[in-house]
């Protein structure tokens, strides 16, 4: 056995691992993974394009099979697997994967959905014409040159690229310890910042994204938000969020039913996949509203239908749809990218500055390469200028001569007449045509001329038919355009600005020849979604029941019954609960729930849970933080970005009673005097009008009211054994009916109230007799009835105009006649014909009626049957629901004056999608 090793020498295992993985680790980032700054390729990028420059495989030639391509690629330049580079070039050669493709293909070469590009036998491709570009002047020693893996051929380092591909295209790639991860940009944006930063070095990032506002993906879509751009702008890190663009179409002539057409999707995002995760949501139940889902994608372009169920919101299906899958994604930029051979994180200007340094380097060395030889070719022309001036003599000399050596001999020692020359050479400068390194005795010398080695060469291979006069003439005038040319290169080389004007123009040529237009829309919009954004707008019914559980419905659940009937359940009920508050409110409204303890909180009405007609719902501890013996009395409906931002009014030492706005209640009544001064003084706005089960009534400014807490504010500072029932928006000056379980009304107007701060208790609206209480306040609107019901289901309809306006703080007159029959008033509302109520018991009995079903009466009377209730069942409570052609002349009102509707237990309702019987009909 022969001896395996001369000599044995121990090392640290340690040292020796840690020395290997860094080679490793820096072969993997050199000469692989991340891209060279310069011309923004990656290694295997870089040898498939030179392969196929030498394979003369260029963008005005024919085809060649993929297979031969990649069989050069390995075979010479790249020791690597033949899929890996055929996945290379065929990434290359796809639109949808490059913002601007290098690679010219024939054949298939995969989809946006995934498929497989066919096997390299059977593609062929060439170099796109935008690639000849980047490979332009390689012949001109305009960049470094490195042996391939064996020693058997020379590569380019680089590439003398004249298009910015770092940017352009983008890289992505996973080294050692590090990755990159640069998005692809628009051609023309990307020239033009060049331009500018040639124009002014000194520029910022923030200057130059005037030029270049984000990146520009080959799938378009769409970029929410500018930030991550900023970011990674400036610190070569950052988030940018993509999505697909959508467009709504009608599916039928009514419109009522819609579509969502996605028409282009996010960076690297697979159309396949996709269509399989909505099918997946859809089939799951965590996407509701879609009926079909289909791809009609073509060569026309991308069209994926998604069809909804009618009635549907399709803005917040495709909220939807962006929060639960790609269609909203986010793209890490990492800008890493080689500098001097070292991995460096860039910046925009950064990225800017390396391919504008590099294409004065390569401007550089080809002027020089151009100018050697412009500089040769000339020394030759100026040659045999001479000797055809000359010609009748050297004809002599090379025919005296015995062979082409002697007569080589003979021209070179010969001094010539210069004159057809001399001229030219003189205005050109006798130096700037000199080759370099020709030594001092040839040229012009004492008036005569001296043909160099190659001169005389030259001119003993010069043919016959060179000795025309029109060649001659040629030749002269060849040799005066290198002299010029000499002279342009010679200012290029030593005029900075020359120079810079140079790489100016090429940047414009190649705008003018491959720019175009920006693909990817950027709009400055928050990306965030909030919940809001994925509920869909409809109206709800809202329920609070006595024992404080609270839950919400649609309202189109419910459908219109005639007067009388025995309707459905609600709500479950256990033991002695009942619902006590229920309000018919948008689903996106906020709802400002006041408490017994005159504490106000706030919930949006999509934050209520919905529940069946027949649950309890949840307990509202669970949703408010109410304390012990604290429930909810009153609910209404604001618009909080209406509202103003009043902070002085909302921080904490408001929760102290206010200097001047305690009133006690036994006080003597203001003077009329005194009231008509408050009238003249009280500005106007709006208010929250509020009134205690005692009959206390407070106005506050609703601006106190426009900042949610989570633990909640105080509205109202009680007295003890006292309670709120009631609030209602107002405008500062409307009239106030307050009715009492008495079967008592006073109306009066608000400006008798002078406004107070949120933590005041009032004034008296209502005097009280023995232990009656305020059930219901209204703010009364022109040509509107008043429904008033008993607690055992009588009720009736009253004009408005039958309720005389009063003082404030009396006993009223009567509204309805409370006795054996009808028991105590339970509930008063405003309706107009053509209107429906909705009737609760206390057991969740819910009985939905028409107001024109109901006898119009006066005030002294007792009413008809509402709904008919069980033996100890009682009627607790009636809302009133306004039609759909209703709501929609609200919404057109509200959109014209910007103010909040006033009513108390409609409170600003946003709108009312159909009832149960409408929808029924249109399904």
């Known amino acids: 056995m022969g001896e395996l090793a001369r000599e044995i020498l121990p090392i640290s295992i340690e040292d020796e691992m840690r020395q290997s993985y860094l080679d490793y680790a820096m072969s993997v980032i050199v000469g692989r993974a991340l891209p060279d700054a310069r011309d923004g390729l990656k290694p295997v990028h870089r040898r498939v394009l030179f392969a196929m420059r030498e394979l003369g495989n260029d963008w005005n030639k024919p085809y060649k099979k993929s297979a031969r391509v990649v069989g050069d690629v390995i075979g010479k330049y790249h020791p690597h697997g033949d899929t890996a580079v055929y996945d290379t070039i065929v990434r290359m050669a796809q639109p949808f994967s490059m913002r601007y493709m290098l690679v010219d293909g024939q054949g298939n070469f995969g989809s946006v959905d995934g498929d497989n590009a066919a096997a390299m036998r059977y593609t062929e491709v060439r170099m796109d014409k935008i690639a000849h570009e980047m490979l332009a002047d390689l012949e001109k020693e305009t960049v470094d040159w490195v042996p391939n893996y064996d020693g058997t051929e020379q590569i380019p380092a680089v ?32 020239i033009n910042g060049c331009l500018a930063l040639i124009d002014n070095p000194e520029l910022s990032v923030d200057e130059l994204m005037q030029f270049i506002p984000g990146p520009d993906f080959p799938t378009a879509g769409i970029i929410n938000g500018r930030a991550g751009i900023i970011e990674a702008y400036r610190t070569g890190r950052g988030r940018i969020y993509m999505r697909a663009r959508a467009e709504f179409e009608d599916i039928d002539k009514a419109g009522t039913r819609q579509q969502i057409v996605i028409t282009e999707l996010p960076y690297q995002l697979n159309k396949a996949r996709l269509i399989e995760k909505i099918a997946e949501l859809v089939k799951e139940k965590k996407l509701e509203g879609i009926t079909e889902l289909r791809d009609e994608s073509d060569k026309d372009g991308m069209r994926v239908v998604i069809e909804l169920r009618r009635g549907e919101v399709p803005e917040v299906i495709l909220n939807n749809l962006y929060a639960q899958t790609q269609m909203q994604s986010v793209f890490g930029i990492n800008n890493v990218a080689l500098v001097d051979g070292r991995p ?3 910046n925009l200007k950064d990225m800017l500055e390396v391919f504008v340094r590099h294409r004065r380097e390569v401007v550089t060395r080809r002027t020089v390469y151009e100018l050697r ?36 001999e003979r021209l070179l020692a010969t001094a010539w007449e210069s004159s057809a020359v001399a001229a030219m050479v003189e205005r050109a400068g006798a130096e700037s045509c000199r080759p370099e390194g020709l030594d001092e005795q040839y040229g012009m010398r004492d008036g005569r001329y001296y043909l160099s080695p190659e001169q005389a060469q030259a001119i003993l291979e010069l043919r016959l038919h060179r000795l025309t006069g029109l060649e001659h003439e040629k030749l002269l005038t060849e040799y005066q355009e ?35 237009e920006r693909r990817t829309e950027i709009v400055a919009s928050q990306v965030d979604l909030t919940i809001a954004d994925l509920i869909t707008e409809e109206e709800r019914v809202v329920t609070i029941s006595h024992g404080g559980y609270a839950k919400s419905q649609p309202l189109s659940a419910y459908n219109a019954q005639r007067r009388g009937g025995r309707g459905k359940a609600a709500t479950g009920v256990k033991d002695e609960d009942f619902v006590e508050h229920l309000l018919v409110a948008n689903s996106h409204a906020t709802l400002l729930l006041f408490s017994s303890k005159g504490k106000v909180y706030w919930k949006r009405t999509f934050e209520i849970p919905e529940a069946s007609r027949t649950a309890r719902g949840r307990p509202l501890v669970n949703l408010l933080p109410l304390e012990e013996g604290e429930r909810i009395t009153a609910m209404l409906q604001v618009d909080l970005e209406s509202l103003g931002q009043d902070e002085e009014l909302l921080d904490e030492q408001d929760d102290s009673i206010l200097e001047g706005e305690l009133v006690a209640l036994d006080e003597t009544e203001e003077s009329e005097t005194e009231q008509e001064q408050e009238d003249a003084e009280e500005p106007t706005g709006a208010y929250v009008f509020m009134a205690t089960a005692k009959g206390t009534v407070k ?8 900042r949610p807490r989570n633990s909640g504010l105080i509205a109202l500072r009680l007295e003890e054994g006292d309670t709120l029932i009631a609030a209602a928006i107002t405008d500062g000056a409307q009239d106030v009916m307050l ?32 232990e009656q209480q305020l059930i219901s306040m209204l703010i009364p609107e022109p040509e509107t009835q008043i429904l008033t019901a008993s607690e055992h289901g009588y009720g009736k309809r009253t004009v408005i105009e039958e309720f005389p306006v009063r003082g404030r703080g009396g006993q009223g007159v009567i509204a309805m006649v409370t006795n054996e ?4 008033l339970v509930g008063a509302i405003q309706v107009l014909d053509g209107e429906e109520i909705m009737l609760i018991s206390d057991q969740g009995t819910l009985v ?27 009627l607790v409570g009636l809302e009133r629901v306004q039609e759909p052609d209703d709501v929609e002349d609200e919404l057109d009102s509200a959109a014209e004056s910007a103010e909040l509707i006033d009513n108390p237990e409609i409170a600003d309702v946003a709108g009312v999608e159909p009832t149960a019987d409408d929808a029924d009909s249109e399904e």
């Open 159 to 190: 590439l003398p690229t004249k298009i910015p591909s770092l940017l352009v295209n983008g890289s992505s790639g996973i080294a050692v310890g590090m990755a990159t991860n640069i998005p692809p940009h628009n051609l023309t944006e990307v």
């Open 344 to 346: 460096r994180l860039l």
């Open 373 to 408: 030889k412009a500089r040769e070719r000339g020394h030759i022309l100026e040659g045999q200028a001479v000797a055809l001036s000359n010609i009748d003599p050297v004809i002599e000399l090379i025919k005296a001569s015995p062979t082409p050596a002697e007569a080589r």
């Open 482 to 516: 290198i002299l010029e040319q000499i002279g342009e290169l010679i200012h290029i080389l030593t005029s900075p600005e020359r120079l810079l004007e140079v790489i100016r123009e090429e940047l414009e040529k190649v705008k003018a020849d491959f720019g175009d």
């Open 699 to 706: 106005k506050t400014p609703l601006s106190q009211f426009s």
């Open 739 to 770: 009715f009492s379980d008495g079967g008592k009304v006073i109306r009066f107007n608000e400006r008798k109230v002078r406004s107070m701060g949120r933590t005041a208790r009032g004034v008296r609206g209502m005097r009280l007799l023995d």
């Open 821 to 824: 029959r009808n028991g105590k």
């Open 848 to 874: 939905r009626t028409r107001v024109d079903e109901i006898s119009s009466q006066s005030r002294n009377t007792q009413g008809v049957t509402l709904i008919k209730l069980g033996n100890e069942e009682k």
